[in-house]
Structures are given as structure tokens and as C-alpha cells.
């Protein structure tokens, strides 16, 4: 079945340092989302890229979506202590309507 | 962005009662709703999918019967576990979105805040 793999499952940073997390689909994508989820919160939606090679910025965030809509990453640049939480990435085929989501990756920034 | 809301926020409840779960699209029209399960310090689980007007959608292993799913109007869809066991107990959290069946891939999902159950 579809399936996004999603690595690392743990991230722990200093404060001041960079994050990346990774996600990988076995089956093109049609689009793919980014959540952020705070311990004890709900995912909230961060973004969506459906371009092929399409690159978005967030103030620190950098999302990315691979040349062959296969794969995705979004980097942090000097992570902050209310990065905090898990962050997930969601892939859309265009043969469902529904939204697989990666296993998440739980980043923890020490101040 | 949209906003979605969730009620209750947590409830806890004795083994074999019935428990309801509300789920409403306060700014936007939901054609489409998600229920997902999420276990502690795991990803999101596809429960099932309902449209308004029409019967849900559940994913394989998700009995319908004990995961009763109503979606009524375009604002509002319920979730309800019937005769609750312990192992029911998780973190519920509905999304809305304003896809429509028929048309390809997916639209961005809007997540409710969620419900904590503990069923004793």
C-alpha cells in the first residue's frame, strides 16, 4: 500500500542549531503537507508543495519537494526553543483522497 | 485559516458506555471529514472519511458498528463510540476540508484541537 517513511524519529538539538527532517514515498505524489503538532496539541497545517522541485520558505523554514515528487524535507535554520514539537509530513497520491502521514519526527531543542 | 472545532475536549467515561464526539467547521463549508485516532507519541490513523449527506468511508480494521459516524450537514460531523472499552482510549482528531469526491488527489486538511478519551 501507499506508505511515507519518515526520518528521524527523534531530534535533539542545542538551541542555534539546524533541524531537517526527511520524508519518503516508495509512489510519485501528487502533493505533500507539512503539520507541526505541540506536546499535548492538534497537527497544524504549515504548508503544502505540489511542484516538482518546488522550494518554500517560512521565516526559518525551508521546505522542499523533490524533483521526482517522491520526497520532501523541511530544515529549520537556528532552531528556537518553540520549535518544539513533532512535525509531520502528509502525502497526498492522486489516486486517493486521502492524506498519508509520515511517522513524524519529535525535535527537542535544549535552551 | 479555517478553523475547526472539537467538543468535548476530554472526556472520561466507564467501560460500555456510549461516547459522542462533535466536530464542527466554524468559517468554511466541509464537504469532506476525517477522523483519525492517534496513539500516544504515534503518527495520525485514518479512521474513516464522511461526506455530508452519505454514508462514511472506514479504513480496514475499523469496525463500523462501534465507530458510528454521522455527517450531517456541512458544518458539523459526529463521531461516536459505542459501548467504549479501555482499549478505545486515545486522542481523536477530526479534520475538515472542503475536498469533493470525484476530483483527484487531496485538498489541505484542517485539524480540530481534539479529544482526549480514557475509558476506565
Known amino acids: 500500500g501507499q506508505q511515507v517513511m519518515q526520518i528521524p524519529q527523534y531530534q535533539h538539538v542545542q538551541e542555534g542549531e539546524d533541524f531537517t527532517t526527511y520524508c519518503n514515498s516508495s509512489?510519485?505524489?501528487?502533493?505533500i503537507q507539512w503539520y507541526k503538532q505541540r506536546p499535548g496539541g492538534h497537527p497544524v497545517f504549515l504548508i503544502q508543495l505540489v511542484k516538482s522541485g518546488e522550494v518554500k520558505k517560512q521565516k526559518r523554514l525551508t521546505f522542499q519537494f523533490g524533483e521526482a515528487k517522491k520526497n520532501s524535507s523541511l530544515h529549520i535554520t537556528a532552531t528556537q526553543t518553540t520549535d518544539v514539537g513533532t512535525y509531520f509530513c502528509?502525502?497526498?497520491?492522486?489516486?486517493?483522497?486521502?492524506?498519508?502521514f509520515g511517522s513524524g519526527t519529535r525535535l527537542l531543542v535544549r535552551p | 485559516g479555517a478553523v475547526v472545532s472539537q467538543h468535548p475536549s476530554r472526556v472520561i467515561c466507564k467501560s460500555g458506555t456510549s461516547v459522542k464526539i462533535e466536530c464542527r467547521s466554524l468559517?468554511?463549508?466541509?464537504?469532506?471529514m476525517f477522523w483519525y485516532r492517534q496513539f500516544p507519541k504515534q503518527s495520525l490513523m485514518l479512521m474513516a472519511t464522511s461526506n455530508e449527506g452519505s454514508k462514511a468511508t472506514y479504513e480496514q480494521g475499523v469496525e463500523k458498528d462501534k465507530f458510528l459516524i454521522n455527517h450531517a450537514s456541512l458544518t458539523l460531523s459526529t463521531l461516536t463510540v459505542t459501548s467504549a472499552h479501555p482499549e478505545d482510549s486515545s486522542f481523536y482528531i477530526c479534520s475538515a476540508s472542503s475536498w469533493v469526491w470525484g476530483t483527484r488527489g487531496s485538498d489541505t486538511q484542517y485539524f480540530g484541537p481534539g479529544t482526549r478519551l480514557t475509558v476506565l
Open positions: 509512489t510519485t505524489l501528487s502533493n
Open positions: 468559517d468554511f463549508q466541509a464537504t469532506t
Open positions: 502528509a502525502g497526498a497520491f492522486d489516486s486517493s483522497y486521502k492524506l498519508i
